[in-house]
């Protein structure tokens, strides 16, 4: 079965800085997709970012930025010029490209807070 | 509808009771899943249902847990007997199809048992 980790429950960032979310899995597949999902206080989960295993280069949405590293199985988040509206739970997740089904493996969480 | 809509927005029941938990997703999705996010914790599957498909039901915990959707659209999740562990947000989210990764997630239902 495929885990995910996020290993840091907290972290916080000063406003129009950057700061980076780390998230590590386990699988035993080769083809996947990983994703970085945001929560804010209204509980509802919304999609930041999203990366083919199969893809080498990583992905950026704007100011949203991952680094993908396969051979590790490091999946981190870099936010640049942060904005209190980014603060929420960041949450990293992993769905096998084999299965039926968008069955997402979510991590812990990290909670970000962005300070003005 | 615009977004993905659950009701109610909290429950708060008594231990041993049932509650039913109602999910309506985006028109025209017919991907509809249910995750349970347990305090601290990720999210948890629980089930989905793809159109007219026989539902994945591998994540529900206990068979006090149970979940239907009706014509294609509404789903309700239902708890029966519950218990203080069962406390926790419900998540219900909706997707195009089986084979799209984007899904959309509602606000959840909140659930307190005493």
């Known amino acids: 079965a495929q885990t995910v980790t996020q290993s840091q429950p907290e972290m916080s960032v000063q406003e129009a800085e950057t700061v980076t979310l780390s998230c590590t899995y386990d699988?035993?597949?080769?083809?996947?997709?990983l994703f970085w999902y945001k929560q804010p206080p209204s509980r509802q989960m919304i999609l930041v970012i999203r990366?083919?295993?199969?893809?080498?280069q990583n992905a950026t949405e704007n100011r949203f930025s991952v680094n993908f590293q396969k051979a590790a199985k490091s999946f981190s988040l870099k936010i640049s010029d942060s904005q209190l509206g980014d603060a929420a739970m960041y949450f990293c997740?992993?769905?096998?490209?084999?299965?039926?089904?968008?069955?997402?493996?979510f991590g812990e969480g990290t909670q970000l807070t962005v300070n003005p | 509808g615009a977004g993905v809509s659950q009701s109610p927005s909290n429950k708060v029941t008594e231990k041993g009771k049932d509650v039913e938990l109602r999910c309506d997703p985006i028109?025209?999705?017919?991907?509809l899943y249910w995750y349970r996010q347990s305090l601290g914790q990720g999210l948890e599957f629980l089930i989905y249902?793809?159109?007219?498909?026989?539902?994945?039901k591998s994540g529900l915990p206990s068979d006090r847990f149970s979940a239907e959707r009706t014509g294609g659209s509404v789903s309700t999740l239902t708890i029966q007997r519950t218990q203080q562990e069962d406390s926790a947000v419900y998540l219900c989210?909706?997707?195009?199809?089986?084979?799209?990764?984007?899904?959309?997630f509602g606000s959840g239902t909140q659930l307190s048992v005493l």
């Open positions: 249902f793809q159109g007219n498909s026989a539902p994945d």
């Open positions: 699988t035993s597949e080769s083809d996947y997709y």
């Open positions: 997740a992993y769905r096998s490209a084999r299965t039926s089904g968008s069955r997402l493996t």
């Open positions: 990366q083919e295993a199969y893809k080498q």
């Open positions: 989210a909706s997707s195009p199809d089986l084979f799209n990764e984007k899904l959309f």
């Open positions: 028109s025209g999705h017919t991907a």
